[in-house]
Each structure stands twice: as structure tokens, then as C-alpha cells.
């Protein structure tokens, strides 16, 4: 069994309600709540956590590294294009993450498409919405019993 952390960045408490068309009509809480389900099926423990401050996430990571958590999937939100704080974090703490969006970045302001982590991640998941972090959580879950 794994432990799996989901780490998710500013403004994604307000899914549901923010911008529709691009981030989905779900909210952030069903979201993880059909995430945490699927990974029980697959007999791994899944938590998460939302936050709005940078210092909080690093924490968070800091965190991450001695409560056994074995991957991170991580949506940054909009410190992926600013944090090097927390670029630093997941390098110091060497948890595999994957990087995961819920708009398609790369067809987005050119702003956008700066990612602080995604050459230090496993992969990257951008443009399915909601879906993007249960694929995330499919691609883990298929490098850990390949």
C-alpha cells in the first residue's frame, strides 16, 4: 500500500463556482472525495489538502517527507509559473510527484506556459479538468505495479 498525497495550490477551493468552462463544474471536495475512493479500491491510502499560501504548501512538503508519504500529486495552481520556494521543497524532500492541471497550459497565456516543476516531476497531467488528477492517480498507481 501507498501513502498518496494530493497538494492542491491557490484558487482551486473555489472549483465549482470559478470559471466553469475551463477548471469543470466540480468542486474541489468531490473531486478528491472520488479520488480518495478510487485509490481505497486500489488499496492505497490517499489524503489531500488545499491551500491558498505558498508557505503553507511548503510546509506541507516539508511535511510530506516524514509522514511516510510515498507520492505527491500536485497541482501548484498559479505558483506554477512563480515558486521557486516550492520548486526547492520538492527537490529536498525527493518524493516522486506528478504534475497535474485542470485547464490544457499550454494553450493558454503565454505566462502559463512557465512550469517550475514539470521538468522535475514524473509527468505531467493538464487539460481534463477533474479527471486530470484521477488519471494522475492511474499513472501512479501503474508505476508502482507495473
Not at 465549482?16 to 463544474?25: I, V
Not at 489538502?49 to 516539508?62: F, K, M, P, T
Not at 497550459?105 to 486530470?132: C, H
Request: aromatic content about 8%.
Amino acid at each position: 500500500m501507498a501513502s498518496i498525497l494530493v497538494l492542491n495550490g491557490p484558487n482551486l477551493n473555489l472549483l465549482g463556482s470559478r470559471e466553469p468552462d475551463t477548471y469543470g463544474h466540480r468542486t474541489l471536495e468531490e473531486i478528491m472525495e472520488d479520488l480518495t475512493r478510487f485509490a481505497g479500491a486500489c488499496g492505497h491510502e490517499l489524503t489531500y489538502r488545499q491551500e491558498n499560501s505558498e508557505g503553507a504548501l511548503v510546509d506541507a512538503i516539508h511535511k510530506a517527507a516524514t509522514a511516510g508519504v510515498d507520492y505527491i500529486i500536485f497541482n501548484p495552481a498559479a505558483y506554477t509559473h512563480t515558486s521557486v520556494a516550492l520548486r526547492d521543497a520538492m527537490l529536498a524532500v525527493r518524493i516522486p510527484f506528478v504534475e497535474v492541471h485542470l485547464s490544457a497550459v499550454a494553450a493558454r497565456e503565454p505566462f502559463r506556459q512557465l512550469s517550475y516543476f514539470s521538468d522535475i516531476a514524473m509527468g505531467v497531467i493538464t487539460g481534463f479538468q477533474g479527471d486530470s488528477y484521477l488519471l494522475a492517480l492511474q499513472a501512479i498507481i501503474n508505476h508502482i505495479e507495473p
